[in-house]
């Protein structure tokens, strides 16, 4: 008899259970909605050809080896990635009052900036946005806040930002709590506050001594233009906020199997800056000791490097401008045939995803009947969107809409 004899099987976790059915499924005109990566226009991965030229540069160099990193990462890594979220005249960087720490992409960045603020800054109360990521909560959950809460963020009859219900509920709040901001291209909805939204939730959050968290995942990536969609953070930072920021090089870098990720801290005073890192260094120490090599010293040589660093913004501008055109094409194409509804909501959203409206029966009558994987709260990969599928997709949206016409979410 076996000790884990009452261990009970986990429920699946849903992203990659419906890339698991897309696996199963044989037919042909199959189409993956759900996964968050980057494709080609040909449905095919990408590796982005300034990685490659990264990746040879560094193979090439005989000085480089396979020693651990601090704790707190590859330095380089980490104050290239702090300057591009910050600005690079960004007063928190000249004053010496910021500092990056390599983690294992967003999802360690968040985890690392949650287990700090429960131990030492906060209050014991998270506040996520409705809908958000899932594993927000759940990393907020597994770093020991007890209570996790929602603001009001989609609005379900304008399928864009509800400001009011979000401000309304911010005001609401707890003072001390930490409020996870999503820096640029929403996830799940796509639907970003404008730069005036963006100051009234910061005058709210000031009010009411709340601690914002971003997550950027997406930046140069949502818009192709790295200033922009760093906007709401350096917003912050100029208002004289103390925020952590995590984030990721998985979509911008196409780096999704290396782990790449920072934390910024932005502190008031260097000599905060020290003790937070410090304590960062102990609690980052059992978790993963130190973090892996490979995928930082390539965002690092490219940040670095002038040539490079053109080079890149080009590449990212080219898959936010693919995903942009999808976005076009596809918003065309239901319109053309005249589906129920209004659907400019999929040119309005930012990003890698769609927060499309279409309700739970939808999704599953177009995944049985139409093969197309979606996650049940209607979101799509803009990214798996391609010109040779695009009227497939689209016809089979139309129909299942004609056929089932409920309420969307």
């Known amino acids: 008899m076996s000790r884990f004899k ?74 290239a990635a702090t300057k591009i979220i910050l600005g690079e005249n960004s007063q928190a960087i000249l004053q010496n009052r910021c500092s990056g720490f390599q983690a294992l992409s967003g999802t360690g960045a968040l985890r690392l900036g949650c287990e700090f603020l429960k131990r030492f800054a906060v209050k014991d109360i998270a506040y996520v946005s409705k809908p958000t990521w899932p594993n927000h909560k759940g990393i907020a959950r597994d770093s020991h806040f007890s209570d996790i809460r929602e603001y009001r963020y989609w609005d379900p009859k304008t399928k864009g930002l509800d400001i009011e219900g979000m401000l309304e509920d911010l005001r609401n709040a707890d003072e001390n709590s930490v409020v996870i901001l999503h ?41 192709g233009d790295l200033e922009k969609d760093a906007a709401a953070v350096q917003y912050f930072v100029q208002r004289g906020f103390e925020l952590f920021v995590a984030q990721s090089f998985s979509k911008n870098f196409g780096l999704y199997n290396e782990r790449v990720g920072n934390l910024t801290v932005v502190a008031n005073d260097p000599e905060s800056i020290l003790k937070v890192r410090s304590q960062l260094e102990k609690i980052a120490r059992p978790i993963w000791s130190n973090p892996p090599n490979h995928g930082a010293r390539v965002v ?5 490097n002038p040539a490079l660093y053109e080079e890149w913004k080009g590449n990212i501008k080219l898959m936010a401008e693919r995903v942009i055109s999808m976005r076009q094409m596809l918003n065309q194409r239901l319109k053309a045939l005249g589906t129920p ?39 799509i990969n803009m990214c798996a969107v391609t010109t040779k599928n695009v009227d497939y997709i689209a016809q089979s949206i139309h129909e299942t809409v004609c056929k089932i016409s409920e309420d969307a979410q």
């Not at 690092?300 to 670095?304: E, G, H, I, M, S």
């Not at 499309?356 to 979101?379: C, E, P, W």
């Open 341 to 379: 509804g209004n659907w400019d909501h999929i040119i309005k959203q930012i990003g890698m995803f769609s927060y499309t409206g279409l309700s739970a029966k939808q999704v599953d009558h177009l995944i049985k009947n139409y093969h197309l994987f979606i996650m049940a709260d209607g979101r």
């Open 183 to 223: 820096a640029c291209a929403h996830n799940p909805t796509g639907v970003d506050p404008t730069m005036d939204e963006w100051k009234r939730i910061a005058d709210v959050i000031e009010e009411r001594k709340l601690f914002p968290f971003f997550d950027s995942a997406y930046q140069g990536f949502a818009s």
């Open 6 to 79: 009452d261990v009970e099987i986990a429920p699946p976790v849903a992203v990659f259970h419906l890339t698991a059915r897309f696996r199963e499924d044989t037919h042909p005109q199959k189409v993956n909605l759900g996964v968050g990566a980057y494709r080609t226009d040909e449905g095919q991965p990408w590796v982005l050809p300034v990685v490659r030229a990264a990746e040879s540069q560094m193979a090439a160099d005989n000085s480089l080896n396979h020693e651990y990193l601090p704790i707190a990462g590859l330095k380089d890594f980490a104050d």
């Open 300 to 304: 690092a040589t490219v940040l670095n």
